[in-house]
């Protein structure tokens, strides 16, 4: 009998240059990494513009080549393979040195900000072209950010490249990042116009319904600065009600807001680290309504205190405010918000602590023509969903049971629906009638998991 | 049958989804107790979900649905044991580790394992099945220097498997006895497209071919396999994907009659009073004609145990399982089935059916052609709302009626592309005859015009 030996395929050489081609990304990252410690702390001995923009220009080349090499070949369905075996997407020791220099950096930034002047000074020429002033902290922070945002918006756009909701929901976070929340607010400035958001709304900018602002925008910008303020009190009280019922939460969360987009790009590897036990539940509802309420609270504090010109309550209200500033503002979003990523996962400030977040909660719970289907008794409860939901939603528990999923946290980012080995879930609008009867191909448990 | 009282003793052996399911549905109406026993792990898992723990997409905490604190306050009792024998005489269990366990009524839910069918060397070391997380853990060491492995059957736990294999790099060879990939199961145009898929990731197929021998090196560990036709594949890792059989070793003199599976009629009875049988383990003594004696899917187990929680709540019923369905995923290729859509077509049978051009997605519907009823759909890469299509096969709708519902049946996600057109575009080609309705009707009309949706709505 003849015996043939069948030798498998090698696949050495095609995969010998994709390796080749990380590296030489790896290699930029790393050049560019040390472009900006040297603008940091050499910039008395070398251009810190050469050093710290040249060196973030090479970062970001670096950055995309590795991305794009790292992540075309991986199929779909490969995308999320290894993220509970590699450090630095399980908590290992990477992850926790990228979190203390992200917190790190943000404790610099809101407390130390003249320990960055070599690279706030990097900026400079970016600064004088955008907003024809001078570099500032905020704008070496914002230039940071539209960066991460774009990278790894390009990031995200290849791992879900077979979904045309994400997509576009990703294209849409980094229009607005660069647009509205770089571009715009700095082409203000250089026409002299008050900087200001349009992405951003009351009370997640909770300082923009302040008579404070309202006061300066008005009184500074004319006509410009009365828009400013008619456009910010429409979307809060109008707009954000209205198409919240139309789409949901996600027409701003995963798809506009910053913070969102932030989470969405480079918090994307993170969004399995977000806890789903029911204690973090319970946490979550204790914490992010008494900020709500501590935001329109203090809201009204001002403005009664602005009507009766100080004499009713004095202090009082502006130390209101000062506090929200300082601990919600400050060590919340930015420091836990962000720092803690790679340990809490990327939406951590949305979930706990959000004012805005819990505001839109509230109505996609009770107002809203959204849900997350479940299809029929299709469900085999393996829980990538759950796994994968950055809101620490146990989106299992209700798919198994086939009802739908109607969470005040749901940030209608898709990804349950991605991940799903089954194609069991899908968001859409619907009639409220019957928006919480499931399907009636499986039975259901009558425990409630919400108490 | 009366309901089952508050003082008697519910013991089920096995906790995967049907022995789980059966304890949920009796509780939800009576407070006697309900003891669940396993010996694979304590607490319930999603054994589908077994390959992401080895791909690193989850832990294993991640494919337990269910928390300590749920089983507490649901007061299902759980014990982590080895059941030895059953003494249905003095209706005990003997554990292995534990002391006896006495029972009123037991239900049998202990699933299956990978069946083997004789071959030289089968007991080697590397040479394995997957079903339970014994076998999971086994496989993580088997593979930890594995370059090149084999797998030895075509069917779900077969590309499972390989899929699970490639994921660490390792080159993967599948003896497949078919024309095709799973051709027993899909038509030879969906078994086609799969089997090119499964090729485009890397895997070798070997079509129409089974395994002669398997071959051990000097520490007893596998080397090489050798194929019927003869060819020598070297390799570290045997991966054996040829079926299921039930778990009924321990069973031997418990005096419950047992032909391949625990032997029960349509309400899961078995031989022995107060003993009852479902899901992978059990075999039902007169199927209805056409239908299997064995059910051996995840949701076949949870319709066994919510049809067997009615009787054991005093709801006699025989088992109706209604339309088929099943889902699965071959890499990035997902598949749903409803309906019956046999491998082979007959002369009565004829279909509409599309895929498009990178033979990525596909759908077709099936019907008779003399009547024009609908019998079963199949679809990749494509999603259909299951409420619907059970609503159509249930209802007997015929391919003219199922047309002027079409569209309301998507559940791909918003803005993807629909290809409900290219079929409609068939059908009329085909039935030049049939109008178009002046307008489809949403689904969200047709949800509420046929009641498809549940009375609860506990959230």
């Known amino acids: 009998m003849p015996t043939t030996v069948i030798s498998h395929q090698a696949e050495a050489p095609v995969k010998e240059s994709h390796h080749a081609l990380k590296v030489a990304g790896l290699l930029l990252i790393s050049i560019g990494l040390l472009g900006i410690l040297v603008a940091s702390v050499g910039a008395d001995y070398i251009s810190p513009v050469l050093t710290g923009l040249g060196g973030t220009l090479v970062l970001t080349m670096g950055a995309l080549l590795y991305i794009w090499q790292s992540r075309q070949y991986k199929s779909p369905a490969e995308q999320n393979q290894g993220m509970w075996q590699r450090q630095a997407t399980s908590r290992g020791a990477s992850a926790w040195v990228i979190g203390f220099v992200l917190t790190g950096f943000y404790v610099l930034l809101y407390w130390f900000p003249d320990t960055l002047q070599g690279l706030i000074q990097a900026m400079e020429p970016l600064s004088q072209w955008l907003r024809n002033r001078p570099s500032d902290q905020w704008f070496l922070y914002g230039t940071f950010y539209t960066l991460a945002v774009l990278v790894m918006g390009v990031y995200a756009l290849l791992k879900y490249r077979t979904s045309r909701y994400h997509i576009i929901r990703t294209l849409s976070v980094m229009f607005f990042q660069l647009g509205f929340a770089f571009l715009l607010p700095g082409l203000l400035l250089l026409f002299n116009k008050p900087e200001y958001y349009f992405s951003y709304f009351w009370p997640l900018k909770y300082d923009y319904l302040f008579p404070g602002t309202v006061d300066y925008l008005i009184r500074d910008g004319a006509a410009l600065g009365v828009f400013m303020v008619f456009w910010g009190a429409v979307f809060s009280f109008l707009a954000t009600p209205v198409l919240t019922y139309f789409y949901g939460k996600r027409w701003y969360c995963s798809w506009v807001c910053g913070c969102g987009g932030l989470a969405e790009t480079a918090g994307d590897p993170y969004r399995h680290l977000s806890d789903k036990s029911r204690k973090a539940w319970r946490w979550e509802v204790a914490i992010i309504y008494p900020i709500l309420g501590f935001v329109i609270l203090t809201t009204l504090f001002l403005w009664i205190n602005s009507w009766s010109e100080g004499r009713l309550l004095g202090n009082l209200s502006g130390g209101f405010a000062q506090t929200y500033g300082f601990f919600i503002g400050a060590m919340f979003s930015g420091v836990i918000g962000v720092g803690f990523y790679p340990l809490m996962g990327n939406r951590v400030w949305c979930r706990f602590g959000c004012p805005m977040a819990a505001y839109l909660g509230l109505l996609q719970k009770y107002f809203s023509r959204f849900r997350i289907t479940t299809n029929g008794g299709q469900c085999i409860s393996c829980g990538n969903c759950s796994t994968y939901c950055e809101m620490g939603i146990d989106v299992r528990w209700y798919a198994q049971q086939g009802k739908p999923i109607i969470r005040a946290s749901c940030v209608g980012c898709g990804i349950c629906a991605h991940v799903c080995p089954r194609g069991v879930l899908k968001l859409e609008n619907g009639p409220q009638e019957n928006r919480y009867a499931g399907s009636p191909l499986i039975r259901r448990d009558d425990l409630r998991i919400l108490s | ?459």
């Open chain 2, 1 to 459: 049958m009366d309901k089952i009282s508050e003082n008697e003793h519910l013991v089920i052996i096995g906790n995967g989804i049907a022995g789980v399911t059966l304890a949920q549905r009796v509780r939800q109406q009576s407070d006697c107790r309900i003891t669940l026993v396993s010996a694979e792990s304590r607490l319930h898992f999603s054994r589908t979900a077994l390959m992401y723990v080895y791909m690193g997409h989850m832990r294993f905490q991640d494919i337990v649905p269910y928390a300590d604190w749920y089983w507490q306050e649901k007061k299902i009792e759980l014990v982590h044991d080895y059941v030895e024998r059953v003494k249905t005489s003095e209706k005990r269990l003997v554990l292995r580790d534990g002391g006896p366990l006495p029972y009123d009524k037991l239900v049998l839910a202990t699933g299956s394992r990978a069946s083997y069918y004789d071959w030289p060397g089968q007991t080697l070391k590397g040479v394995q099945g997957l079903v339970s997380l014994q076998d999971l853990e086994l496989m993580e060491a088997n593979t930890a220097c594995t370059q090149q492995a084999v797998i030895v059957g075509g069917g779900l736990i077969g590309v499972e498997m390989a899929e699970m294999l490639r994921s660490r790099g390792i080159a993967v060879t599948m003896l497949i006895r078919d024309k095709l990939y799973w051709h027993n199961v899909l038509p030879a145009e969906e078994a086609q497209l799969v089997t090119n898929h499964i090729r485009q990731h890397g895997i070798e197929l070997l079509l129409q071919e089974e395994l002669q021998e398997i071959l051990a090196d000097d520490s007893g560990r596998v080397r090489a396999i050798r194929t019927r036709r003869g060819q020598e594949l070297t390799c570290q890792f045997v991966g054996i994907t040829t079926g299921v059989k039930p778990n009924v070793d321990f069973l031997k003199d418990a005096g419950i009659a047992i032909d391949r599976g625990i032997l029960v009629n349509e309400f899961f009875e078995t031989s022995q009073t107060d003993v009852y049988a479902i899901s992978d383990c059990a075999q039902f003594r007169n199927s209805a004609p056409g239908q299997p004696m064995m059910e051996q899917l995840w949701y076949t187990g949870r319709l066994h145990a919510e049809a067997l929680a009615a009787t054991l709540l005093g709801n006699r019923k025989p088992y109706q399982r209604g339309p088929w369905f099943n889902s699965a995923k071959f890499f990035d290729i997902e598949y749903q089935t409803y309906g019956t859509v046999p491998a082979q077509f007959t002369e009565q049978h004829a279909s509409l059916y599309w895929q498009n051009e990178a033979a990525t997605k596909a759908i077709r519907l099936l019907y008779d052609k003399e009547t024009a009823k609908l019998l079963g759909i199949n679809l990749l890469g494509i999603r259909y709302r299951h409420d619907l299509c059970h609503h159509w096969l249930q209802q007997g709708y015929t391919l003219h009626r199922v047309v002027q519902e079409l569209p309301a049946v998507n559940f791909d996600p918003e803005f993807f592309q629909r290809y409900e057109e290219e079929l409609l575009r068939q059908y009329y080609t085909r039935f030049p005859e049939q109008q178009p309705p002046v307008k489809h009707s949403s689904w969200w009309d047709l949800r509420k015009q046929f009641g498809l949706f549940s009375n609860s709505t506990s959230c």
